[in-house]
């Protein structure tokens, strides 16, 4: 079983990861690094004026910077795989019924746990912008995505008004508590490349992490018609 397991997760990791990889450079890699141009000072931006076109291409290509890129992605959607799959197990354990259709909506939840809850009160922030302390905002982002995970996970299998009130509790717990924040807001980089980048890396990680759900459901089905398939010694 644990073998079936990895085997689902790493296809589905590296597949995921491969297509958020070029998602990102093609998307949301330029966008950062016009941002790091005003970081850096290379580009001063006066009110609503900048001295580069928004749409311009910045950086080019970098072989080594954009191989590691596509790495580290299937690195990391692998290890989301290896959680995700596990889940699928579990709740199949349960009676739900697991394959790419239903991974769709897996991918759905898991966007929704890991990138749309944090990101709802600590959203995406490009370099240069004014921000508070990195582990306080660290322990914050885990506990939201917990929490929202959690939630999620009552909301489907939960059979009682009150694991989905309990649920209602732990998606709104960590937006009024509020994330960490500066004491005052401010930074180089223009307003519109900020909500540019938001934006697409909220899009990014939401295609990702539906064709994580749909890959992952495919090769955990497929694995498990295959072990249904051998005939016990």
């Known amino acids: 079983m644990f073998t079936r397991m990895l085997a689902s997760a790493l296809f589905a990791g590296v597949a995921a990861g491969l297509i958020a990889a070029l998602l990102q450079l093609w998307f949301v890699q330029p966008v950062l690094l016009h941002a790091e141009l005003y970081e850096t000072g290379a580009l001063v931006h006066f009110g609503s004026a900048s001295t ?45 019924r697991i394959d790419a259709r239903n991974g769709l909506i897996w991918g759905l939840c898991g966007f929704v746990a890991v990138h749309l809850a944090p990101g709802f009160t600590l959203a995406p922030e490009v370099p240069g912008v004014a921000a508070a302390d990195v582990g306080a905002r660290q322990i914050w982002w885990f506990a939201t995505v917990l929490a929202a995970a959690a939630a999620l996970w009552l909301i489907a299998f939960g059979r009682n008004w009150g694991t989905w009130a309990a649920a209602i509790v732990l998606l709104l717990a960590p937006h009024v508590i509020g994330a960490p924040e500066p004491d005052v807001l401010t930074g180089p980089v223009p307003t519109e490349i900020g909500a540019l980048f938001a934006a697409r890396a909220f899009g990014v990680g939401m295609a990702a992490w539906v064709m994580l759900g749909g890959f992952a459901g495919y090769f955990w089905s497929r694995e498990m018609r295959a072990a249904d398939a051998v005939p016990a010694e």
């Open 52 to 96: 580069v076109p928004a749409h311009q291409d910045v950086g080019g290509i970098d072989p080594l910077r954009d191989g590691l890129s596509v790495l580290f992605a299937m690195l990391v959607y692998s290890g989301y795989a290896l959680i995700l799959v596990p889940l699928m197990a579990l709740a199949q354990d349960r009676g739900a």
